[in-house]
């Protein structure tokens, strides 16, 4: 049986994240309907990872079980022709037979991006925070730099959902915050993030700059694990899945 | 009585132009419907343009005429708060009496925006034409400047359209196309154009680029005002009014 490794895009924007659902359309859905309809058979999309709705991906790693013999070329023209303009299929090979989107990940990659302009962008809509105020990006990216390491993410979860991670230990490979023009984006690698992690991370340093929060906080809450010592969960619209690390 | 020249930017995909019309939403009606709640009046947003369906505006001029003595940084505030995402005031200030949005221009600025990857971006959907096909920029930039000049552009015109024109005769001040990377832009400016001009412009580039047509189809465009001369209208995803000129 081949084992596909395929690579997707999409904008969030119109999702309710990727993984089906009983009442809301996911991107895991409209993949595998597509599927459906050009291998003739039923098959599950196993995604690298879950996003929550509204959150983005410039390269999702999915994979795909089927003894359908199609090649790799007309599937990624086939899947493009019929997918919705906000999804799009980047790259699709076979890979080997213990290969899993999910478990052979060894981490990934987000941004965020923030938008300082005093006005909105109106063609960013959705694919950006707009926050039209000073921002410190130089002290951000050093509070940045204390989620680096074996961390206790803990703090940094839904609360609703702590109960459902084994561990909440994960290991943060790096981060940091930069600026180009108005834009600033944040980018953080990790070998795994639990629910809602990259948000809170986002929205502990605008407390910080806002002068809600200190930088302490962030240390204290991986000794406490308690959430009420950071900011607020960032909104979706501006986190972008970047990148899955084989 | 004051005269505000206001500046908007706004995203056209879901909007079926600027003008007002009985049975679909538009850019104009947003603003006005805006306007009375801030103003408390209904008043006229005279704009310097019509766009079509589904194009986009950078930088998009209107006159509002008002008795209404709120600060011009008040309004912009209010109207970005009150306005949905995909509209934005950019900028207010008080006009003289005699300035008029649409009357007083000396010309207009249009930008269109082609894609060439061989994957669409799903985060330029609807923000652009994608094309994944071999674009001869340096041949078309040559060709678009035959556009240039003092030019009756009657072929250059939807056909439903040219009764509404008193004159079909306009100047052409540049036009040129250049790439950056797998992002090809058409930029044109002229002292006024008809109704899908720009649009038949790209598609009679693309036309040439596909040796459909050549590019004397566009020097006899000009003098048989033969609209079967020319390309396809451009789909509006691309194109974006980007300055108005006084």
Redesign the interface.
Known sequence: MRNLKIYI???GSCYHGWQRQENNITVQQVIEDTLLRILGERVTAHGCSRTDAGV?AREFCMTVRTDNPIPCPGLVRAM?GQLP??????SCEDAPEDFHARFSSKGKEYVYIINTAP?????A???ALHYPHPLDVPRLDAAAKLYVGERDLAAFCRAESLAQHKTTVRTVYSAGMERCGDRVTFTVSGSGFLHHTVRIMVGTLLWINEGKISEDNITKAFAAGDRELLGVTAPPDGLYLNKVLY
Do not use: L, P, T
């Not at 303009?85 to 980047?90: G, H, M, S």
């Not at 006005?119 to 063609?123: A, I």
């Open positions: 895009a999409y904008d983005h493009n303009d906000d999804i799009a299929v980047k006005v909105r962008d109106v063609f809509n959705r694919h």
